[in-house]
């Protein structure tokens, strides 16, 4: 039997080759690391995590990214094995160290018998004798593969920039200022309540900082002029740019904190820092995606009350990412029309965030088992969190107009609003539920359908093995 040939070792090629390997099935996972670098990549590991050390909410009743995490877990995932793992305090957030979690899934990979990883780049298409392929290299695709790809389509390529926020040392962090705590003292996966640190600021600090930061020096578009932000990661400078108040209520909101040092006073803005490491050596700025040129970032970053004398462990930059138009180029099971020997996982097929990436690898790993050994793979439901998901990127958000809404087609989180309707419990009181009270029965009922079904999935699909 051929093996399985994955091209990207990041979270969806990774998840993809061990969900591959699970069902006793040789795989190839090649990685173009550390012999041919990207822009945004510090290491050679399996997994490594380029932007935030987030995985978002783990509150899988409440939350759809949460429940995301939850299906995964029932799916043996080995991403959600190593988060677990190296989970870090982030209130009700999961957070992971990311060193420790590249090392776990570098080192499972390696480990497992089945699993092969060469090194190198895959140049142009993949070659013809390979006759079941994932294409799993992310948003930061080698520019000689793309061309390939994009022969392939016969699409223009499709991009959108991403921002990484910059890292802070915790010892150059001033707690006369600043102090620990999770928004409304939340608890989460490692957490105490105040998981934290928070840098208050008044209301003439805030305007001068807002100031500072719509006036610094950014980085050029250059070559990249006209491509488009990803509205889930926009940059600190882009979003102050849409109104004095957005910063106040996104990532700078001072709402469910309350500072120590001056409890009678309430700040107008509040910048979080969020722990990076496992021996919270190393703090992030949460929200705080730039493209600030390097020197600006310093400068204005340091007006922050607490920040002042802050020193950092990496800046902010800016880096390009492509995704492919899927509604119009994939088919269900992932496949390239014109080519179906290919199929693509990860952020390059349009979702957007990491377990989301990771999850459509697990979808990639189980499909290219299924046709290797000739059983007919089944689509996980819609009212599965990886089912409306799948159903997103393949076309199934376009009601019927693909040839419209292909070309509208934007990256993506889970979120509720892919999954269908359903009605909302009602109370054993019997009093009607209104506003927040609905919103949060109607995610519960949706939340339990969908493990419930995933749950049904996996067995259905379970009997999918080489032996």
């Known amino acids: 039997m051929n093996p399985i040939h994955i091209i990207g070792g990041g979270l969806a090629g990774s998840e993809a080759a061990w969900q591959i390997a699970q069902r006793g099935i040789h795989v190839i996972l090649h ?41 995964m877990r029932h799916a043996n995932s080995i991403i959600m094995r190593a988060a677990d793992l190296h989970k870090l305090p982030a209130g009700g957030a999961l957070a992971v160290d990311r060193d420790g979690f590249s090392d776990e899934v570098t080192k499972c990979l390696n480990e497992h018998p089945l699993i092969s990883i060469e090194r190198g780049e895959i140049s142009g298409t993949p070659p013809p004798e390979w006759s079941n ?16 790809i994009q022969s392939l389509t016969g699409e223009d390529e499709l991009a959108f920039f991403d921002a990484i926020a ?11 200022v600043c102090w620990f705590q999770s928004r409304y003292d939340k608890e ?38 006209g491509t488009p932000y990803f509205e889930g990661c926009l940059p600190i ?69 607490g920040l002042e004398n802050a020193q950092f462990a990496r800046l902010g930059g800016l880096h390009r990412n492509t995704f492919l138009n899927s509604p119009k180029v994939l088919d269900c099971e992932l496949r390239l029309h ?13 979702v957007e965030g990491y377990i989301e990436s990771a999850a459509i690898g697990l979808l990639a790993g189980y499909f290219s088992a299924s046709e290797l050994v000739d059983r007919k793979a089944v689509v996980p439901p819609m009212t599965t969190a990886h089912g409306a998901l799948l159903n997103h990127i393949t076309g199934g958000h376009l009601a019927g107009d693909t040839e419209a809404g292909s070309k509208t087609f934007q990256p993506m989180n889970v979120n509720f609003g892919l999954f269908p309707e359903i009605e909302t419990p009602k109370p054993v009181d019997g009093k009607r539920l209104r506003g927040k009270d609905k919103t ?28």
């Open 440 to 467: 949060r029965a109607r995610r519960k009922a949706v939340s339990a359908r969908a493990l419930e079904h995933f749950d049904a999935w996996l067995k259905q699909t379970s009997n999918i093995s080489s032996t």
């Open 188 to 225: 989460g996966p490692g957490g105490t309540g105040a998981d934290y640190i928070n840098c208050p600021m008044s209301e003439d600090q805030y305007n001068g900082f807002l100031d500072a930061l719509c006036a610094a020096e950014k980085t050029e578009f250059k070559e990249w002029e």
């Open 166 to 176: 910059p890292i802070i040392y915790k010892d150059s962090i001033n707690f006369d």
């Open 31 to 71: 990685e173009m690391r550390p012999h041919q670098k990207t822009d945004a990549h510090q290491t050679d590991g399996l997994a490594e995590l380029v932007c935030s050390n987030s995985f978002r909410s783990d509150d899988w009743q409440n939350n759809a990214v949460g429940l995301l995490h939850e299906e």
């Open 237 to 305: 400078e882009i979003m102050a740019g849409r109104g004095r108040e957005t910063l106040r209520y996104g990532p700078m909101k001072p709402v469910g904190l309350t500072n120590p040092h001056n409890p009678q006073v309430k700040a107008h803005a509040i910048v979080q820092l969020r722990q990076d490491n496992a021996l919270g050596s190393l703090y992030n700025m949460v929200g705080f995606q730039t493209k600030l040129k390097y020197g600006a970032q310093t400068e204005i970053f340091q007006m922050i009350p």
């Open 133 to 148: 392929v994932i294409i799993a290299t992310g948003p930061l695709t080698s520019k000689s593969l793309g061309e390939g």
């Open 338 to 350: 014109n080519d179906r020997r290919l199929r693509f996982a990860g952020q390059i097929t349009g």
